[in-house]
């Protein structure tokens, strides 16, 4: 299955990144013809109250290590999905001079949010997805890798 999404260009941030390729999202078998309609859960590293998100990984190994800490023994079988993505723009928190352009402290994306969320406390990562919000005109798109291989 090769899922074809055409995100929206936003012309009113000059720190947005052109991105056309193909990204990977693991997700229950089940769902697998419906992981464009976004997150099943209300909350996660860059999402919560319900806000609509969509979150994809640039290679297979990295969207298995994304996924690692949510496999449970007993889980329903899930599926590799390839989204081809054109025509893209993202916000790359990854890079020093985006997040400073934006006045997001580049280690915000990377506090494991679960642990802050457990605890009751909101998780730092959302303070940089919610300047990406106010900041865009469209759907919000922050890249940031959880994990390195």
């Known amino acids: 299955m090769h899922q074809r999404l055409r995100l929206r260009n936003s012309q009113s941030i000059a720190a947005l990144t052109p991105f056309c390729g193909t990204l990977y999202r693991i997700a229950f078998a089940k769902y697998a013809g419906a992981v464009l309609d976004g997150v099943i859960h209300p909350e996660g590293r860059f999402h919560y109250d319900g806000q ?5 990984s640039p290679s297979p190994e990295t969207a298995a290590i994304a996924i690692d800490i949510y496999l449970k023994s007993d889980d329903a079988p899930r599926v590799m999905v390839p989204l081809k993505v054109t025509g893209a723009s993202v916000v790359d928190l990854r890079d020093r001079a985006t997040c400073e352009r934006y006045g997001i402290d580049p280690t915000w994306p990377s506090v494991p949010w679960a642990d ?3 605890k009751g406390d ?26 390195s291989l």
Do not use: G
């Not at 609509?52 to 994809?56: H, S």
């Open 122 to 147: 909101p998780a730092t990562s959302w303070k940089a997805s919610d300047v990406v919000l106010v900041a865009r005109t469209d759907e919000p798109t922050p890249w940031h890798p959880k994990r």
């Open 116 to 118: 802050q969320r457990a």
């Open 52 to 56: 609509p998100a969509l979150y994809a």
